[in-house]
């Protein structure tokens, strides 16, 4: 039966709102927009990559997760040692499924849980030197050929100086490339503020460290794409069909030479742009490595990505090999397709997640003639939402590009501001370039309900008022959805499943959420005598 959302957006925003005191609500309406989806002179704005109230609770990670976890996390062959009390390590412990494959004799320190373990007394009296002595630990143990270092909370609050050890370490080793990431998890608003600091300091320490030349064809990086559930397994599969040589992954499945040789790389493809848009511009100011946004998310979307990548390199081989792929992939996609939306067509779902899925598996529910009723990032930036043109935080002279110093902490002000034609005119006068790419607002349909940083109970909310047919989300919010009876799909973890990437993915996405929105399961949700009154017994004092 097809659900009929009788309340106007206004009103669901309203009623999302209701609860709050009068400056929570006044904040919080700032970051729930009407979407108009228009090219209009005044597009609505929305807040992000703003502070969450205290007191709300936030789907939001922090500053050590997004840096320690996401960026470094899926790097096989470099040790990740902790810097803190045992807890935020053992807590971040193979959270995320970025899978790897180390192949017949290759190094994966993942299944490792590396930390300091600091007591109380290196808290009173400073871990430098513990930390001194776990680096030593892991090169004794391991022969690495890099060790990074994380630092958690306690360890920014009494100021031990890990970057003077992680110095002091590597001169003593010279064969290891020790580094250190100040990612304390109160920095910043949320994870983002960790990628920065990890993009930063992968492109300080190590990108260019390899001075062997990458052969082959069409070299390219592929930036932001994080293996999870084997997403990167299968774009690598597809770009390898093509052809396509990938000389770096940023940083799924990836390896320190990978990382060190990305300078090879003709092109960089960017598929996350949130987490991982620092290096793209770092790469591109100073190599002169251009880079374009690509999204794997999507049979038509890959198909799309990989004409981009060919028409960059313009070759008339590569061009044709990609359509021949294509061709070749997609029968099998357009067959489960043709399928399952005699079964999903008009179904409706609802997407919430992290900075840049919340938007790109929108793709893959429209191949299934899913509606995308409302979305939002925990905490991407409003360039993420409104897809418009960033300004470089320095202007990119074509010919002088081969610059040594580069200013790597890009000013975050110049990627928020919404410009006027008028002010993009006047800059692009001025000599600034701009980068275009698609953002979530403009992919969605006029009236649907953006919203920033969504919390638990604005959750519930919405899928009480909306009652999408799936909801997908992280596993904060998976048991609570589920208790409302509406299935839950988790997009960061993909629960059990994926890969969900490139062509095989899409057919194992249609065939997963066919099954979770067919499914009767839910409406079983409701205890029986909560569905049928007449069954609630009566006690009789006898
Ligand atoms: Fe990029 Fe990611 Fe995402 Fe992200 Fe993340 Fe993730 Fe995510 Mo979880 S890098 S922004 S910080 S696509 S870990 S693989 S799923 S919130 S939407
Ligand atoms: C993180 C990682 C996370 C969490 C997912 C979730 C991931 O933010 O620290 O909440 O289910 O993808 O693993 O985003």
Known sequence: TKKVVQLMPTDIKEELLAKYPPKVARKRAKQIMINEATESEAPSEILANVRTIPGIITMRGCTYAGCKGVIMGPTRDIVNITHGPIGCAFYSWLTRRNQTDAGEDGENYMTYCFSTDMQDQDIIFGGEKKLEASIQEAYDLFHPKGICIFATCPVG????????????????????????????????????????????QVFTHLVGENEEPKEGEYKINLLGEYNIGGDGFEIDRILKKCGITNIATFSGNSTYDQFASAQYADLSAVMCHRSINY????????????????????????????????????????????????????????????????????????????????????????????????????????????????????????????????????????????????ELKALEEAGYQFKHYAGMNPDMDKGTLIIDDLNQYEAEK?????????????????????????????????DSGGPYAGFQGAVNFYKEIDRLVGSKVWSYMKAPWQENPELTGTFVWE
């Open 279 to 422: 290096v793209a511009d770092m790469l591109e100011t100073k190599y002169g490595i251009p880079w374009i946004k690509v999204n794997f998310i999507g049979a038509k979307s890959t198909a799309k990505s990989l004409r981009k990548i060919a028409e960059y390199f313009g070759d008339k081989k590569l061009i044709d090999k990609v359509e021949a792929v294509i061709a070749e992939e997609m029968m099998e996609v357009d067959k489960v397709a043709t399928d399952v939306r005699t079964r999903t067509d008009g179904k409706t779902a609802m997407l919430f997640v992290g900075g840049s899925r919340a938007h790109h598996y929108q793709d893959l529910f429209a191949e299934m003639g899913m509606k995308t009723l409302s979305a939002g990032y925990e905490f991407a930036h409003r360039d993420d939402y409104e897809g418009r043109e960033v300004i470089p935080d320095l202007k990119v002279d074509a010919d002088s590009r081969n610059i040594e110093e580069i200013t790597v902490e890009a000013d975050p002000e110049l990627y928020n501001p919404r410009k006027t034609p008028e």
């Open 462 to 494: 919405l899928v009480e008022i909306m009652k999408p047919d799936i909801f997908c989300a992280g596993i904060k919010e998976k048991y609570s959805i589920q208790k409302t009876g509406v299935p839950m799909k988790q997009l960061h973890s993909y």
């Open 157 to 200: 609050l009494i100021g031990d100086d890990i970057h003077a050890v992680a110095k002091k370490m590597k001169a003593k080793f010279g064969d290891c490339n020790v580094f250190a990431f100040s990612c304390e998890g109160y920095k910043g608003v949320s994870q983002s503020a960790g990628h920065h600091i990890a993009n930063n």
